[in-house]
């Protein structure tokens, strides 16, 4: 799975534990967690361990990491009353089940089977970004992400200029408009899963699993629907 996608469906997932558990501290965790298995693996494994391994998905892509974070999430919570480790750890499950890590019980179930597996991709960065550009969910995140990245730095900053103002009025109904465009992609994938391999919906689920891209994009239209409607509502009840 790629690297917008992947960081969407954190975002999303932050997004619902920070209305459901009304702390706003879960957000930035649980999204940073679903892209932390490939900031720690790709520098290791395509750089520091090139020549031995050449392979992205290593120890932040095992089980074991997801159980360390959780287990220290645990300490850090009780002692400190901290829950970044907690949401660090449902990000990287998250991009764990994005990835089908079960798929490579190797790695998954690290040290159980033995070493890591070696599997060198010579170029690999370079494959990578042109393999990105050629993907659509990959685009689809990033249109939504970089304009939600901007309303966001616009409200923390106090940003007052019109189009900011415009635009964080709108922002529910835009959530909202972009949540029902991705539950009905995803219901589409959904109900023609059989021949996806055949149709033209293929690229929207190249790079992954189509049964777990599809349900990454019903959750995402899910969570982007229900909280405004939410928002709305008890605006409209106050």
């Known amino acids: ?29 649980v999204a940073v967690g679903s892209i932390l298995p490939d900031l720690i693996d790709k520098p290791l494994g395509h750089i520091l361990f090139a020549a031995t391994i050449g392979y992205g998905r290593i120890i932040g892509h095992s089980l074991i ?30 991009h764990q089940a994005l990835d089908s890590m079960w798929e490579i019980p190797i790695t998954w179930y690290y040290p159980l089977y033995g070493p890591f597996p070696a599997k060198m991709l010579p170029d690999f960065f370079i494959h990578s970004f042109w393999n990105s550009l050629a993907a659509p969910q990959e685009w689809i995140a990033a249109c939504i992400l970089i304009p939600g990245a901007l309303l966001m730095l616009a409200d923390l900053t106090g940003r ?5 103002r415009t635009l964080s009025r709108i922002k529910l109904h835009c959530m909202s408009f972009v949540g029902i465009v991705m539950f009905g992609l995803g219901l589409l994938l959904v109900f023609n899963i059989t021949r996806i391999e055949s149709s033209h919906l293929l690229p929207l689920v190249n790079g992954g699993d189509p049964l777990i891209v599809s349900l990454a994009f019903i959750w995402c239209g899910l969570v982007f629907v229900c909280i405004p409607i ?4 008890q605006a409209e009840y106050n």
């Open 230 to 233: 939410r928002h709305l509502s």
């Open 160 to 164: 007052k200029e019109s189009y900011f």
């Open 1 to 29: 799975m790629f690297f917008f996608f992947h960081l969407l469906v954190g975002v999303a997932t932050g997004l619902f534990l920070s209305e459901v558990l009304r702390s706003r501290r879960w957000f930035l965790p």
């Open 65 to 94: 990491f997801f159980a360390i974070l959780l287990i220290f999430g645990f300490l850090l919570w009780k002692y400190r009353g901290s829950i970044l480790l907690f949401g660090l750890s449902i990000g990287v499950l998250l």
